[in-house]
């Protein structure tokens, strides 16, 4: 019989049943469901519902139970419907009536709220950890490359030199906000809704805040109908969650098009890619590409979930119960994602000579040309003009501005004099834009000081 069965007169449909059951998915919210029971059942015996002895039994037989699903010993039932009946019925199984004691001053609403936040809390604090080492890596990379130059881009055209330290920096600050992000969702995820019952709390005098710092919590809930509806934190991570797999997409999309043969910037150790069934010369950027594609699954997590909760009234519904996959699986594809992007990173050979090469073509000096004739008192607009019709002219010869005759500039302006190879040489047009967040390599050293600083204060 159903624990909540004495209301009804029939068994539930065997079809209900399957459609019903989450036990398939929400099995592995186990630990947490037991660190919450043991809580539960501490507090219970402090306000005298459990005697010290029933207490203590039901601790150990729940200890009992965490040890045998972990050892694979424990088979869960469908028609137990979820993870907390699952484990109910083993306790009462195991050590008799006081088991059907546990549940006194809570429902499963707010049990299952606690344990998704404690699930989450625990893979945030894991996802961190993956993070961290990525943006460690590209910090160490960046540290490497101070002096690696190479073209910037807009529209995915040439625009103006940079160095490899500059652009991979570019996406630690990136990860850094998204560590940020992580760590705002923790902090306020980190309440207890444990006490606030089915919706309206209940009739005996339960300690919430020592269950909360039992379970590490930094409070409990103040509004009991929000306590079991709340699914802000689960919202709050998937969105932070989606914004770092956007990140991580957008730099294996760099990836892919570097390691490309028409780049050609960098090289994939084979141990991040794979070949072809067909073509025996083809080496594929797949651990690249997936996680690019594994991006459009979070964000759909994240319109899941966002979908399901918008029409809710107050307090708990069924619909919630869509909550858990969403979250599960976004975690498990952030995850994985994380742990092959910082060794394809580690590994990938950085091809300097041919980034150079491709700095210094497209014309990628040009802005420095119309800044030497602004600094010569020409204003920018007419700069800008002159230089463009330079351009248009090497293009049409084939040449590079560097390749003009000062004859030959002198004929557009007769401003420009020797000192202008110099300053639009490669080096000196990467040299030279040493402001705050600029790429040149004083900069960047300094950039990847200050992201070190800032790392250490969004650790916890």
Known sequence: MKLWGGRFEKDTAKLVEDFHSSISFDQRLYKHDIAGSIAHAKMLERIGVLTEEESEQIVNGLKGILEDIEQGKVQFRVDAEDIHMNIELLLTERIGATGKKLHTGRSRNDQVALD??????????????????????????????????????????????????????????????????????????????????????????????????????????????DGVSDRDFALEFLAAASILAMHLSRLCEELIIWSSGEF??????????????????????????????????????????????????????????????????????????????????????????????????????????????????????????????????????????????????????????QDLYKAISLENCIKKRNIIGGPAPETVEQTIQKSKEVLETLKW
Not at 176 to 191: A, E, Q, S
Not at 384 to 404: F, I, N, P, T, Y
């Open 116 to 225: 998704l936040r404690l699930f989450l809390r625990e893979e945030i604090d894991n996802i961190k950890d993956l993070l961290v080492e990525l943006i460690d890596t590209l910090l160490e990379l960046s540290t490497k490359h101070l002096e690696t130059w190479m073209p910037g881009y807009t529209h995915l055209q040439k625009a103006q030199p940079i160095t490899l330290a500059h652009h991979l920096t570019a996406y630690v600050q990136m990860f850094l906000r998204d560590l940020g992000r992580l760590k705002d969702t923790r902090k306020r995820l980190n309440v207890s809704p444990l006490g606030s019952g089915a919706l309206a709390a209940t009739t005996f005098p339960l300690q919430r805040e020592f269950v909360a710092a039992e379970l590490g919590f930094d409070g409990v809930s103040y509004n009991s109908l």
């Open 264 to 417: 050609a910037f960098v090289t994939i150790d084979d141990a991040y890619a794979t070949g072809s069934s067909i073509m025996p010369q083809k080496k594929n950027p797949d651990v690249a590409e997936l996680v690019r594609g594994k991006t459009g699954r979070v964000y759909g997590n994240l319109v899941t979930l966002l979908t399901v909760m918008k029409g809710l009234p107050l307090a708990y519904n069924k619909d919630m119960q869509e909550d858990k996959e969403c979250v599960f699986d976004t975690v498990d594809t952030v995850k994985k994602s994380l742990l092959v992007m910082e060794p394809m990173l580690a590994t990938m050979q950085v091809n300097a000579k041919v980034m150079e090469q491709e700095a210094k073509r497209g014309f990628t000096n040009a802005t420095d040309l119309a800044d030497y004739l602004v600094k010569k008192n020409i204003p920018f607009r007419e700069a800008h003009a002159l230089v463009g019709k330079l351009v248009l002219e090497c293009s049409a010869r084939g040449c590079s501005l560097e390749d003009l005759t000062l004859a030959e500039l002198k004929q557009v302006s007769p401003v420009f004099e």
